[in-house]
């Protein structure tokens, strides 16, 4: 639930919204591509909140047929229906103490916006042929990836709901603006995926990392997360390589064909960065020495490329799967931790890399 994972401004932004919006007890919308990490933002959220020890409840508009979805969220009495034959409480009420995250809530149907609304601005509601007005506490938190001003334009959103709900909104960004975050989540994911299949893989060939650097990722980190476990299973040495990754540049990046010395330059460092990273697992002295830098030139040049972070997410155990992991960027410790048991070089010294800089 702890597990969000991100160093850009991008997402530090999102976590300084996540950690304002969890102090309060209003609606939440959450918008973004798919796989951005909505849902995890909501959990996020709720985990955050007071309301924390309460359940957090999801249920996917989109999912549910709409002749069931009045009864899955509101609940019914018996023989309400055909099949009704005993009283069912809805996901709102199973929530009640704790969260209901709505997904896809530009699916809901125009009769089932106008019963959320109503909960919302007054917190009751009725079971589907229930004549008792019930009252719960449930705090909503919705979401889309589709935009809902058009529907509202489209006259299939209520612009009423969409104003109750978004009065916190919070936008998650595609993966293709969070700069070296794909980098850095494809570190974690590596070493998550390398925990539970205990293979020898230690970290991404210089190809690989070029390959997901420049992937536009149109499925967001859903996509990257299973790419690399696909990777990892697919690999058979040490380093992940591009043909693990199966990338294959349909969906790069716009880019110069040329690249300028600095703009080289700048890519070969992180490249070296991140290897390092990778392999001493954020432990600062031995990727100092490897790369034959002085400590501080170390962070000056982790604080230029946005990788600071990075050590958070790579020096939290992960040997075992059920550890739990504070969010990168949210957490506010990081200890160093005795993974790296193996001596390993990265092999080009990042001086070396620095004399072509201005
Ligand atoms: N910042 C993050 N750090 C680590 N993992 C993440 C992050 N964001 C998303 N993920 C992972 O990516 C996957 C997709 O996330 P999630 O289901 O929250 O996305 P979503 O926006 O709800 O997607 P959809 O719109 O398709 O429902 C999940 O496995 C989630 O754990
Ligand atoms: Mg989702």
Request: glycine content about 8%; proline content about 3%.
């Amino acid at each position: 639930m702890d597990d969000m994972v991100g160093a850009s401004s991008a997402i530090c932004a999102v976590f300084d919204k996540i950690a304002k919006v969890a102090t309060t007890e209003m609606p939440v919308l959450l918008t973004g591509e798919t796989g951005t990490g909505k849902e995890l933002t909501a959990q996020a959220i709720h985990a955050r909140s007071v309301r924390k020890q309460g359940p957090f409840v999801p249920i996917n508009c989109a999912a549910i047929p709409e002749t069931l979805l009045e009864s899955e969220l509101f609940g019914h009495e018996r023989g309400a229906f055909t099949g009704a034959v005993q009283q069912k409480r809805g996901k709102l009420e199973a929530a009640g103490g704790g969260t209901l995250f709505l997904d896809e809530v530009g699916d809901l149907l125009p009769s089932l916006q106008v019963k959320l609304l109503r909960f919302l601005q007054g917190g009751t509601f009725e079971r589907v042929g229930g004549q008792e007005t019930l009252h719960v506490d449930t705090r909503v938190i919705a979401a889309t990836n589709v935009d809902l001003k058009a529907a509202i334009g489209q006259n299939r959103f209520r612009e009423d709901l969409y104003y109750r709900l978004g009065v916190l909104h919070i936008h998650l960004p595609p993966l293709r603006d969070r700069g070296g975050d794909a980098l850095l989540m494809a570190m974690v994911f590596l070493q998550q995926a390398v925990a539970t299949t205990h293979k020898a893989v230690r970290g991404f060939s210089a190809q690989a990392i070029d390959a997901l650097r420049m992937h536009s990722w149109p499925g967001n980190v859903r996509e990257l997360s299973n790419r690399v476990r696909r990777a990892v299973v697919m690999s058979e040495g040490e380093e992940i390589t591009g043909q693990d990754l199966d990338l294959d540049g349909e969906d790069r990046h716009a880019t110069d064909s040329l690249d300028s010395l600095r703009a080289a330059h700048q890519r070969i460092e992180t490249e070296l960065l991140v290897k390092a990273l990778t392999l001493h697992r954020g432990n600062m002295s031995r990727i100092a020495r490897d790369l034959q830098v002085s400590r501080s030139t170390l962070y000056r040049k982790l604080k230029q490329y946005g990788l600071e972070k990075i050590t958070l997410a790579l020096t939290q155990p992960i040997a075992t799967t059920k550890a739990r992991r504070k969010p990168v960027g949210i957490s506010d410790t990081g200890k160093n931790s005795s993974m790296m048991t193996k001596e390993c070089s990265v092999g080009t010294p990042l001086e070396s890399a620095s004399q072509v800089s201005s």
